[in-house]
């Protein structure tokens, strides 16, 4: 296997590569073997989900050959990577087969300066070599052996020529005669020469300095730019240079060479004021990597909490704008063939509307970066005039970029970003704002799906729960309900008040479990079967248990509490059955309040053949009955039995004559909702004619269709 990497590395012309090995059965491919870059700075990746956006998953998934070359379009097909190493090179990655069978990935990579595509030759060594590592890997697993070691392991460059005697003691003569110093580090990073004048301006002496990382032996060098200079160099494989100040005053800058082995760095005396002297690569441009990151980090933290499209805007808003200089910043999305703005920050709403609902086919800046993925820097109005002679200068700024917002590897939308001043885009800032602007994309496309399950899920509930309680005579009734703060911010809570004739009603109210589409589409279910077997006067325990056979017959894997109470408001007595339900809450007219200890019965769609009790109990006027979903009540860290006494007490200071007010009260002082909430809190009334004491009497589907003639029975009225 390490000659075949070899092979391949020196057959395409690059300078390194990382092979990937793909175990059988596994989503991920791991780091085997690596050369021509340090293993710390490929740690990162060490393991690569396929569906991670990198090139080496893109190669194993898709069995194709994926090429990316230069900043910015890196940053467009790859942000993750190319705000990690926002550097020049070229970097291709293919799929590792033996056969039909992909074995793993392989990645390649080039210097800088290489041509912006591979040439025939490049891609068939690539391809050659991919075949012999796929067959390396093949054996291995055919001798038993796994495919991927504790760790990665690192395939040293070739030897250089060795040198005689006379030779190096020439070249050290002449290395020491050059003004300043010089030094040369390992690809690892660690001294492996330094001549007296470089130990002499680093003030350290050379024997503290050998074998050693520059920025943990010199404490001055441990800053940012450093260490991106350095990988700058690395990945680029172009020359880079630097100055930092040693302290206390003594400025350096340090000019670094690299080649397949490592690099050579020239140490001479500098100065804060004076350009070190640059190479044509030169200095970086644009915000350092440090700053890129520090963003970059903020950013992917904030984001990972936007849940809604305006979360995204405003977070975006809130983390690039001061971060990158820029005054004004639009967010657009194509819409049925049209340009759509769903956020702003620093424009005239009124200026905007020109713009919202324009064709896609507008020769506009947003709509073409939307449609080509390419995104467009206008340093001046003078500039964007002449890409776009119809625009006129009505924003009152005077430099724009207009970025792609990429998901899945397509536009899904535009940011534009506005500047007051004339605003340089060097290629720097131009990847590291491309970058930026792939994690807004993703964050975005999220937030849309969520805005669509949302709003769909919400239709939904809405159309399952019911948009008004009927009007029962001689009750009072009060519901409220409160979605849960996470998820879909829907659920499976329900409430129902049915009436069934002139003196008879039911309530309930049940907790699916979920808080998703589908608990939202079984609670329409359950409240449809509890009302069916309501209307025909079957008694609660019987509505419960039919209810039940129901949910066991579909089996939705999900599992639904449930509260059911018939009311006889001509006797003032009340029957109540309880699926795993909390027990119902009664306030006496005295304002005493109790539990109704119930015995529940289980969940319904667990068992078919459940038995659901009941308890009779008198409702008389005044009286309260507070009916609840366990989201009222249930708190980490909190004893339910306690939840439920302070509940009591609350309901025991509320005013009976005013439910809307009491209901509000018990909302009020429910704790943060992890879970949905639904509260159905119902009163009897006194009406003349109507006296108490009898028992309830039930009529069954049988009984109903026998007495029909005499009005007993329920009907639907809602």
């Given amino acids: 296997m390490d000659s075949a990497m070899a092979a391949v590395v020196r057959a395409s012309g690059a300078y390194g590569g990382i092979l990937y090995a793909l175990p059988p059965g596994e989503d991920a491919a791991w ?25 080496v998953a893109d190669a194993i998934r898709e069995r194709r050959l994926v090429w990316a070359a230069g900043r910015e379009n890196m940053a467009r097909q790859y942000p993750r990577l190319a705000l990690v190493l926002p550097y020049e090179f070229g970097l291709a990655a293919a799929p590792v087969t033996s056969g039909a069978a992909v074995r793993g990935g392989l990645v390649l990579l080039w210097a800088g300066d290489h041509p912006t595509r591979l040439n025939g030759g490049e891609q068939d060594a690539v391809r050659a070599g991919c075949r012999r590592l796929g067959d390396s890997m093949e054996r291995t697993l055919a001798r038993g052996e796994p495919l991927v070691p504790d760790r990665p392991r690192t395939l040293p460059p070739a030897a250089p020529r060795p040198s005689s005697p006379g030779e190096a003691a020439a070249l050290s003569a002449f290395v020491d005669r050059l003004p300043g110093g010089s030094c040369a580090l390992d690809l690892q990073g660690r001294l492996i020469y330094v001549t007296p004048g470089a130990a002499g301006l680093l003030g350290v002496d050379r024997s503290l300095l050998m074998g ?46 690299p080649d397949a082995t490592g690099l050579s760095v020239r140490i001479v005396p500098g100065s804060p004021d004076a350009d070190a002297p640059s190479p044509p690569s030169g200095r970086s441009t644009g915000p350092s990597r440090a700053t890129v990151l520090y963003h970059l980090m903020h950013l992917a933290s904030t984001l990972t909490e936007a849940v809604s499209v305006p979360d995204v805007v405003e977070q975006t808003a809130d983390q690039l704008m001061p971060a990158l200089g820029a005054q004004g910043m639009v967010v657009m999305i194509p819409e049925d063939g049209r340009l759509r703005i769903v956020g702003q920050r620093g424009y005239h709403p009124e200026l905007l509307k020109h713009f919202n609902g324009l064709p896609l086919s507008s020769a506009v800046p947003g709509a073409d970066v939307m449609a080509t993925g390419v995104p467009g820097f206008w340093p001046t109005f003078e500039e964007l005039r002449e890409a776009y002679p119809t625009m006129t ?24 970003l506005s500047y007051q001043r004339p605003h340089v885009f060097p290629p720097g800032e131009r990847a590291a704002l491309t970058s930026l602007a792939g994690l807004v994309g993703q964050a975005l496309d999220r937030a849309r799906l969520y805005d669509a399950k949302h709003h ?22 009060a519901a409220r309900y409160l ?104 306030r006496h007219a005295d304002g005493r309040v109790e539990p109704l200890r119930v015995p529940p019965g289980l969940l319904l769609g667990i068992e078919p053949d459940t038995v659901y009790p009941s308890l009779e109990f008198p409702l008389p006027p005044g009286c309260v009955l507070a009916l609840y979903t366990d989201g009222l009540v249930e708190a980490p860290g909190v004893d339910l039995d306690d939840a439920i006494a302070a509940l009591a007490g609350l309901l025991e200071h509320g005013d009976p004559g005013d439910l809307d007010a009491m209901a509000e009260t018990l909302i009020r002082h429910a704790p943060t909702p992890g879970d949905d909430i639904a509260l159905l809190l119902v009163s009897p009334r006194a009406v003349a004619g109507h006296s108490g004491g009898r028992s309830i009497v039930f009529t069954d589907e049988k009984d109903e269709r026998r007495s029909a003639g005499t009005g007993s029975g329920g009907e639907d009225a809602r």
């Fill in 483 to 586: 979605p849960a703060a996470r998820g879909l911010g829907i659920g499976g809570d329900f409430y129902d008040v049915i009436r069934l004739d002139e003196h008879t009603a039911a309530v309930t109210i049940g907790d699916v479990q979920g808080h998703n589409v589908d608990a939202a589409a079984l609670m329409g279910q359950v409240r449809t079967a509890v009302h069916a077997h309501a209307t025909v006067g079957a008694p609660p325990g019987d509505v419960l248990a039919r209810t039940n056979r129901l949910l066991t017959d579909l089996d939705p894997g999900l599992f639904t509490s449930c509260a059911y109470v018939h009311l006889d408001l001509a006797t003032h007595r009340a029957c109540v059955a309880l699926a795993g339900h909390p027990p119902p809450l009664l």
């Fill in 31 to 55: 780091q085997v073997l690596i050369t021509g870059v340090p293993q710390e700075m490929a740690a990162p990746w060490r393991r690569v989900g396929l569906k991670d956006p990198m090139p």
């Fill in 212 to 257: 050693a990382l520059p920025w943990e032996a010199l404490p001055w060098m441990d800053v940012p730019h450093v260490e991106d200079r350095y990988r700058a160099a690395l990945v680029s494989r172009r020359p880079q240079a630097f100055t930092v100040l040693r302290p206390p005053k003594t400025w350096l800058t340090f000019e670094l060479y």
């Fill in 456 to 477: 769909l899920a919400h239709r939904l509930q809405s159309a399952l729960l019911p948009h008004s309680l009927p009007h029962v005579p001689g009750l009072n009734v």
């Fill in 393 to 416: 200068h009505e924003d009152g700024m005077a430099a724009w970029a207009v970025l792609p917002l990429i998901a899945s590897g397509r536009p899904i939308g535009s940011l534009l």
